[in-house]
């Protein structure tokens, strides 16, 4: 069973669904699900969320300003305002100090690194669906319209090397899982080899083919029950042999909170 909810966040209304486990029981998962950009909302992304449900799982998703129900201006939002809102709205829905699960799709690769470092040791498993990540210098800056300032720095060449996203996934012990399409006309195979260069690195990594998939893995997996089920299992996989069932467990291997400036 599943609810919507509405969260006031910065002068915009976030639109967002949850179901599952009781916000009252910290050991349960929260399965966070992230969409995309431009036309991307978490319509698509609600089967998955039943499946995180199904589970045993508390799952939300919102969406952003500017897209599906939300407020707002999708030429005002940025990489940071994503990140702010998405915080809001876990702190607010999500089991006070419970274990996170992480899911994004493209632009929202950038957004779940945002949240892996924010959050912590709290974060028990990542999922990256052809995931993007950023210059630094283009966190702060508005999307505008295509024609700006953020525009011009995600389309220099090479800019991404500098992300510090890539530097947080090399620093992650959890569980990873890297879905990757066999077809993406939007994300270059060198973003992905170095995303799961990075995640390789620490975290306990699984890399997801997905070959009849293209960039939309959102609407992939909405379309597709096998495919939502193998995500699901390989991100819940072994998660209770790193003490996530035990109240508080994560607490001693809390880090301190840094963030993008």
Known sequence: MTEPFTQEHDGERLSGVHGGGGVDGSTVPSAVLLHGAGNGSKERLLPLLDEFVAHG????AFDFSGHGESSGELAELSLRRRFEQAVAVIDAHAPVDGPL?????????????DLARHYGARVAALGLCAPAVYAAEAWDLPFGRGDGEFSAIIRRPDSWRRAPALDVLRAYEGRAVLAVPGTDAVIPPEVTEAVQEALALR??????????????????????????????????????????????????????????G
């Open 101 to 113: 699960v992480l899911v994004g799709f493209s632009m929202s690769g950038q957004t779940v690194a």
């Open 57 to 60: 799982c508390h799952a939300l």
């Open 203 to 260: 975290a306990r990594f699984t890399r997801l083919e997905l070959p009849e998939a293209d960039h939309q893995l959102g609407r992939w997996l909405r379309d597709h029950e096998a495919s939502r089920r193998e995500l699901v299992a390989a991100l819940l996989s072994g998660l209770g042999d790193l003490g996530w069932t035990a109240t508080g467990g994560w607490v001693a291997r809390q880090l301190p909170v840094e963030r993008y």
